[in-house]
């Protein structure tokens, strides 16, 4: 909170409402990511009766706070995802301020409002166009980088097509080789542990694949391997107890109850992943603009990248789980409910296809989003 003693001792008072009302919007456009946005990540898991909403909102409550704190950018764009060139703004960095507010407050009244209608959109693309709407407005047509805007278009067409495909063919294979087998607990017994290992060794893969940048945890290539080996193995094994346990209790050799239970134990390790993923990625959007504006004011020029605090990632942590709490179930009943009818196995598929998808067109630098990639899935 150093940061914050000394901008407020050398800012004068007109540049100290701009920065509070900053950090109002920015609050209220984590607001409603976690409102809209996270409730995503366990809309699958409510709908198909695993966890109840009370229990959707501590989980993702608790690992959307750690994926913005421990995993959030440690630097981030001045603007955001470089839509538009910021070398525009060197001239006028005052501009840049206004248009920075203006953009968190129109891409979080948007969202405010697509969640009210139970409409589940892309925060990511919000505040994108909230921030081209700014840009063409000041300098028009040259200010916008056309490549990035076409990137996010053809990724509405890639995100929910990739994550439909996968979501589809994984749960074929559960069907036809699990579900309808001639003996169903057996061949789950069979092959349930590696899907176990699967899920947790892809997790963990995925986690520090893409950085706990707070945390400075870096790993070889090798040591990423034997990491995420290591946690398959641990997976394959308690999938493999859990499966044993809950077999003793089947009389009924036809009954798929407690294969669905299996999956359900599955499903909250997926829901707990795409819930951190959001925290990590999707925190961005609220506080890379306040980040942009705090240092602009601070230093008097526009810097291509500014540090962000912790307590900036905190900040942003506290109201997405604060969102999802207050107004999630909107987004959850329209996700988990009025698409499609969701069993732990489906929703199990939905959401391993959605946080994989997700995590290589990340690393590939594609500009998806995260609910477009989770409604496909479902739809798969």
Do not use: C
Not at 265 to 278: E, N
Not at 296 to 321: N, R, S, Y
């Amino acid at each position: 909170m150093e940061f914050l003693a000394e901008f407020f001792q050398t800012t004068d008072t007109r540049l100290i409402i701009i920065a509070s009302m900053t950090l109002v919007f920015a609050f209220y456009m984590a607001w409603t990511i976690g409102a809209n946005d996270v409730a995503n990540s366990m809309a699958t898991s409510v709908g198909s009766g695993t966890i109840n909403f009370r229990q959707a909102v501590i989980i993702a409550g608790i690992a959307n706070f750690l994926g913005a704190t421990l995993a959030g950018g440690s630097v981030t764009d001045t603007v955001r995802k470089g839509i538009v060139n910021s070398e525009l703004f060197v001239q006028d960095p005052n501009l840049l301020i206004i248009g920075m507010v203006a953009a968190l407050l129109a891409s979080a009244v948007w969202l405010h409002s697509a969640t009210f209608l139970g409409l589940p959109v892309s925060t990511t693309h919000s505040i994108v166009g909230a921030i081209v709407g700014f840009g063409l407005i000041v300098y028009g047509l040259p200010a916008v980088h056309w490549g990035k805007v076409v990137q996010i278009i053809l990724s509405w067409v890639i995100s929910p097509v990739g994550g439909g495909l996968l979501a589809y063919f994984l749960f074929i294979g559960i069907r036809r080789f699990i579900l309808n087998a001639a003996v169903p607990h057996k061949r789950m017994l069979l092959l349930g542990p590696f899907l176990g290992a699967m899920t947790i060794g892809i997790i963990v893969l995925s986690a520090i694949w893409k950085g706990l940048k707070n945390l400075d945890i870096i790993l070889s290539p090798l040591q990423l391997v034997l990491v995420s080996l290591l946690a398959a193995v641990a997976g394959y094994f308690f999938l493999l107890f859990f499966i044993r346990r809950n077999q003793k209790d089947t009389r009924d050799p036809s009954d798929l109850s407690n294969i669905e239970r299996t999956f359900m134990m599955l499903q909250i390790v997926t829901a707990t992943y795409v819930a951190f993923s959001h925290g990590s990625n999707d925190v961005a959007n609220a506080i890379g603009p306040m980040a942009a504006v705090l240092a602009t004011i601070k230093d008097g020029i526009v810097a291509l990248k500014v540090p962000v605090p912790l307590w900036v990632l905190m900040l942003g942590g506290t109201g997405i789980a604060v969102g999802l709490a207050m107004y999630g179930w909107k987004v959850m009943k329209t996700v988990g409910h009025k698409i499609t009818e969701i069993t732990p196995s489906r929703g199990f598929s939905a959401e391993f296809a959605a946080a994989t998808v997700v995590t290589v067109a990340s690393k590939m630098g594609l500009p998806i989003s995260t609910t477009h990639t989770l409604v496909g899935a479902v739809l798969g």
